[in-house]
């Protein structure tokens, strides 16, 4: 049972124009939403946040939406730049003391220069 | 600023052989400790945390086993690896639950 999904496998985009990257989630006890990018070899890199409280967070060049009552979230890369191609987790914990972090599968942004 | 290993960076292991993984994380105390496992298209599977020197809780029952003998080590082991344990294996750590994660570079374990 998948918690956390990413139904697109990749995702290409134009150097300078917008990413945007979706995750569903299914579990309504989920109450903090994080996305992580990750290069090849390496461990994934945590990029930005965001509470259920809120519905949007920002970080310079990335913005996440959350849209609870349709269990959705996503991330906008704007603009988008060629070391951007990574893959990119989308990750929950539910209330609670949590430590369990739930992973979707991944998203492969390639981003053309 | 904080910082974590894990090392080997990769390694292949015959069926049966025993495993240690190793991870290190450094300028921070008493932080939480993870390790996680990504199988082949699949997304990151807990396996084990810690909160503090000597404690641990295993997530899904398996092959593997987890110790913290200090506050910054943390180690995964197996006595006899299966063909089923390949895979990616990272390390993290954070500050408390509910709070960003932070990983190493992962182990890539190839059973043979």
């Known amino acids: 049972d998948q918690q956390v999904k990413q139904n697109s496998p990749s995702l290409s985009v134009q150097e300078g124009r917008i990413s945007i990257l979706n995750c569903d989630y299914t579990?309504?006890?989920?109450?903090?939403f994080l996305w992580y990018k990750k290069y090849p070899a390496e461990g994934p890199t945590f990029l930005i946040s965001?509470?259920?409280?809120?519905d949007k967070n920002e970080d310079g060049r990335f913005t996440v939406f959350l849209n609870k009552s349709a269990k959705h979230l996503s991330l906008h890369i704007v603009p988008s730049q060629p070391g951007d191609s990574a893959v990119y987790f989308c990750a929950a914990y539910s209330g609670g003391s949590n430590y369990k972090l739930t992973f979707g599968k991944g998203t492969l942004l390639t981003v053309n220069p | 600023s904080q910082t974590i290993h894990q090392w080997p960076a990769t390694l292949v292991q015959p069926v049966g052989s025993p495993l240690s993984l190793e991870c290190t994380v450094e300028g921070t105390s008493n932080p939480n400790l993870y390790w996680y496992r990504q199988a082949a298209g699949r997304g990151l599977q807990l396996l084990f945390y810690?909160?503090?020197?000597?404690?641990i809780s295993s997530e899904v029952p398996q092959n593997l086993s987890a110790s913290r003998p200090q506050d910054r080590q943390f180690i995964l082991s197996s006595k006899k690896l299966l063909l089923s344990d390949s895979g990616f294996y990272l390390c993290?750590?954070?500050?408390?639950?509910?709070?960003?994660?932070?990983f190493g570079d992962g182990t890539r374990l190839s059973i043979l």
């Open positions: 810690s909160v503090g020197i000597g404690q």
């Open positions: 965001i509470s259920s409280i809120k």
């Open positions: 579990n309504s006890m989920f109450d903090y």
């Open positions: 993290a750590w954070s500050w408390d639950s509910n709070q960003p994660q932070h």
